[in-house]
């Protein structure tokens, strides 16, 4: 009896103890709903707080002198929302400073203000803001303090803004200046403002450091993975008044969680002393980890909890990615034990109709294109992405080149980052690094794109300086450069034998030579192709054509009137050859790691061939708009595993045309060719990616059958369009969420009475919306269309063009209205909630 009393009295003491740390809890949880993570049961605790900053700003466009003092008058000034990019807002001009390779629109300088309040409880906290970039020579202020500048226009960075913030009811003002008047400051469209995203963080005096894990698996099976965090707390305790000077005893807690919970949970002690750094260095073990890999992009996350007695001072989170991989001299690429090849494509970081003005639902798009093409790897040229691009790499399942600099000290633009580098490139790479490391979808740390160094001896003093910045605060990835010179005498960069893999650009007829020139070396084709299309427009020509023919001309002579160039694969930049080619050359090299195609998609700025009107590249797998050129499905027969047909171009030519027709195919031995039911042969892939006929025109249904022994597998037919007579609208997607930031793209067809897209239409196409939505912009990808992005109409081309609409943040139906002459008026229906 004594016994079961005593086990009575120990249940009841664990009950009181858990309701007491229960509704402890509770309460602290009621003090402050906006704190969203959950601390541990019965303590005292305040928590880290990261909140959305982007509302409620206000904008002027032009320099005005006063503008960061906290009496100035700015009740006039435009009210919007972050992130914006000004200069995509702006008309086309071939008088623009940037030119047509900054995309033909305007820079200068734009201000933006912002007041808040923080409340009283804040008052013994840390309150700092988070840029996610800038661009360009940034400025801020906190109530008339100035806090620092960034030159760099793809930084990110924070400030603190404690010592100089009021609270209760005191008023605080956040003011920036953005400097991108002096241009050309870079080779392709950058952007104007304040374009990536903002947040004010609040901590405790003791918490997790600014980007402050680093995360490793330094070994991994597939039965067991190890788990190495480093963890840089910040005392910034010592800076306040009457505060002790005593060391605090912390507890740093780990722990693991996958999508059913916890796994693994580690503690250690670290004595933290005032207004200091600590490392604290924790690992720890986990049994049959799930391998993050492009096919299967598995995240678990690690929460960092950092307690001191019984407070909580914070909560962090990290998330991890467990997988291990290798570049090999002759085996090429491998990722958790298996060969595969780099299926990339290089991407600038303008978001087409949308400009720089980051936005996730835009690249989440552009990422998902790319994935259903079979692309897997991504390289950000040539500037740091923005976070929340990586963030989506990660969950879709992309590897990843992340590339700090265009340029070192030598120029390529009159006003570039060359300025800027003796100053701030180790500041810049450091928290380049600092904030990507954590990333499982970055692989290669990029030091620099096509550096005139290249050439002389000072490029080995600063690959090495650069590659030893990298390293010690990532020795996990490989450091790279993408080099252009292929003569190992005359690469100095590649002399500094700093670089782990070796990038080249183009020059495939020199790929055999790499192993001899670099023995020992691994190899990627860093960028390769530089074909030029334009969608929609066909031109036959049984050579590859190089537009313009050599370094000696800047633009094309005898080009298209119109400022188009053919779709069929066939017309190249002078550096570069057809997409089959080049695919064809790294695919049959195990020693090349795999390659990186300029581009995916059409980017604002640098539209080699054509001067002004052009203002965007020709370069893309994808258009400006997101539509696919047909090249888009060679990649996809190629790179992917489904089954693939797809035959071009259109079939509305003049009597007596004769048309070549091209088969793109996978999944199959051969391809025959009917029109009007008669075959026309069948073809098979020989050195080409392709097949092809030539036909003599006539009216009616072009025809193609794909099969493998001798069994169907798919056809796919295009028909002789009519006149034009509606439009029709497809939404990507259908239901929005009520923030303020999703958006849907709408492509709008105009096709004949049977539906058949009519592939010269060209009409002028309005559009109305009502209901919690607004228009975000159109665009038809064009390369050399100058209507603004930002009106409520465009024409359509090569019978398309495309609407984006954005979601209010109220919750309800979008009407989207498009009318042209002698169509009529079509109305689709959204939904947000």
């Given at each position: ?121 804040l008052k013994n906290r840390r309150i700092y803001i988070d840029f996610g970039g800038i661009y360009r020579n940034s400025e801020v ?392 299309e334009t969608r929609g427009v066909y031109q036959s020509s049984d050579t590859l054509r190089f537009w313009p023919a050599s370094g ?282």
């Open positions: 009896m004594l016994q079961k009393g005593k086990m009575m009295r120990i249940k009841l003491i664990w009950f009181l103890i858990f309701t007491v740390g229960w509704a402890a809890g509770i309460a602290a949880q009621a003090l402050d709903k906006k704190q969203f993570a959950q601390g541990k049961k019965g303590l005292n605790y305040s928590k880290r707080l990261e909140l959305d900053f982007n509302r409620d700003w206000k904008f002027f466009s032009g320099d005005i002198k006063g503008a960061d003092a906290p009496e100035f008058d700015d009740r006039k000034w435009r009210k919007l929302a972050l992130p914006h990019d000004w200069s995509i807002e702006g008309n086309f001009s071939a008088a623009h400073p940037a030119g047509n390779d900054g995309g033909a629109l305007p820079g200068g300088i734009g201000w933006y203000r912002k007041t808040f309040h923080l409340a009283k409880d202020w906190i109530n008339g303090h100035l806090l620092g500048i960034r030159p760099n226009g793809y930084i990110s960075f924070r400030y603190d803004l404690t010592p100089f913030v009021h609270f209760g009811q005191r008023e605080n003002l956040i003011t920036v200046k953005a400097d991108n008047a002096k241009q050309p400051n870079s080779r392709w469209y950058s952007g104007s403002g304040i374009y990536r995203n903002v947040r004010l963080v609040t901590t405790a005096d003791i918490a997790v450091d600014h980007w402050g894990t680093s995360v490793s698996t330094p070994a991994v099976t597939a039965g067991q993975a190890t788990i190495r965090q480093l963890t840089v707390l910040r005392n910034t305790s010592g800076k306040q008044a009457g505060a002790s000077a005593k060391p605090v005893q912390a507890e740093i807690e780990l722990t693991l969680l996958d999508g059913a919970g916890k796994r693994v949970t580690t503690v250690k002690k670290q004595q933290v002393l005032k207004d200091s750094l600590t490392e604290a260095d924790q690992s720890f073990t986990i049994d049959q980890p799930r391998l993050w890999s492009p096919a299967d992009p598995y995240l678990y996350t690690l929460v960092t909890r950092i307690s001191a007695g019984r407070e909580l001072l914070d909560e962090y989170r990290t998330t991890l990615g467990i997988r291990y991989f290798s570049f090999d001299s002759k085996k090429g690429f491998s990722l958790n034990g298996q060969s595969m090849k780099i299926l990339g494509v290089c991407m600038h970081h303008d978001l087409g109709a949308l400009g720089a003005a980051v936005n996730r639902r835009a690249m989440q798009r552009q990422l998902e294109i790319l994935k259903e093409m079979g692309c897997n790897a991504i390289r950000f040229s040539h500037n740091p992405p923005a976070a929340e691009l990586l963030n989506l790499c990660d969950q879709m399942g992309f590897l990843v080149m992340d590339e700090a600099f265009d340029m070192w000290k030598k120029k390529k633009n009159k006003y570039d980052y060359s300025l800027d580098f003796e100053k701030w490139h180790k500041r810049d790479l450091q928290d380049m690094i600092k904030r990507d490391r954590n990333h499982p979808s970055v692989i290669l740390w990029s030091i620099g794109n096509e550096i005139r160094e290249q050439f002389d001896t000072t490029g080995t003093r600063i690959t090495r300086e650069l590659a030893g910045i990298v390293k010690a605060l990532d020795a996990t990835r490989p450091v790279i450069s993408a080099l252009t010179e292929t003569d190992s005498s005359r690469n100095y960069i590649a002399k500094a034998k700093a670089l782990n893999v070796l990038g080249f650009n183009y020059k495939f007829e020199d790929y055999d030579k790499l192993p001899l020139n670099f023995p020992g070396q691994k190899f990627i084709a860093s960028e390769t192709t530089s074909a030029l000696k001309q800047k633009y094309v002579v005898n080009g298209n009137a119109d400022w188009t160039a053919s779709a069929y694969d066939n017309t190249a930049a002078y550096w570069g050859t057809s997409h089959e080619r080049a695919w064809k050359e790294v695919k049959k090299r195990d020693f090349m790691s795999g390659l990186f195609v300029w581009t995916g998609f059409d980017y604002l700025g640098e539209p080699v061939p054509y001067p002004y009107p052009a203002r965007s590249s020709y370069f893309g797998i994808v258009d400006l708009a997101g539509f696919p050129k047909d090249v888009y499905y060679m990649y996809q027969s190629e790179w992917t595993d489904k089954p693939v047909l797809h035959v071009f171009p259109h079939w509305n030519w003049k009597p007596g045309s004769t048309v070549d027709v091209w088969a793109y195919y996978s999944q199959a031995d051969e391809v025959e060719l009917f029109l009007n039911g008669r075959s026309l042969g069948t073809r098979k892939k020989e050195n080409d990616l392709h097949v092809s006929w030539k036909v003599n025109f006539e009216p009616g249904v072009l025809k193609a059958v794909s099969r493998k022994n001798g069994k169907e597998v798919l056809s796919s037919e295009v028909h002789t369009a009519g006149e034009a007579s509606r439009i029709v609208l497809e939404a990507d997607r259908s239901q929005l969420i009520a923030d303020g930031d999703d958006l849907s793209y709408l492509t709008v067809k105009v096709t004949d009475q049977q539906g058949n897209v009519v592939p010269d239409a060209a009409q002028l196409i309005s559009f109305s919306v009502e209901g919690n939505g607004t228009l975000a912009g159109v665009d038809n990808g064009y390369q050399a269309n100058i209507s603004s992005f930002k009106a409520p109409q465009i024409k359509a081309f090569k019978g398309r063009c495309m609407v984006i609409i954005r979601s209010g943040e109220e919750p309800g139906y979008i009407y989207i209205k498009a009318k042209a002459q002698d169509l009529g008026e079509t109305v689709f229906r959204l939904s947000s909630r």
